[in-house]
Structure formats: structure tokens, C-alpha cells
């Protein structure tokens, strides 16, 4: 029981660190490439 939980533990730190790189990668991407910012946007 305690192996499965700090597996799923484990996967969903994987996940949530990963979904939050992909989207700090992303923002920058669009700020720094496509010149958008929240101001522009706006």
C-alpha cells in the first residue's frame, strides 16, 4: 500500500512540475518570440 501511494505521489508531482514547465515554456515562447504580452493583449 505505501509503494503505490508514493507512486502516485510521485507521478503526480511529475505531472503537475511538467505541465507547469511546458507552460512557462509556452508564455515565453509567445512573449519573447511573438512580441504578445498581457498589456497588448489588453
Same mark, same amino acid.
Given at each position: ?10 507521478? /503526480?508531482?511529475? #505531472?503537475?512540475?511538467? !505541465?507547469? /514547465?511546458?507552460? #512557462?515554456?509556452?508564455? !515565453? ?14
Amino acid at each position: 500500500m505505501d509503494e503505490d501511494t508514493s507512486k502516485t505521489t510521485k507521478t /503526480v508531482w511529475f #505531472w503537475a512540475i511538467g !505541465l507547469n /514547465v511546458i507552460a #512557462w515554456g509556452g508564455y !515565453l515562447v509567445l512573449t519573447r518570440v511573438m512580441g504578445i504580452t498581457f498589456d497588448s493583449v489588453r
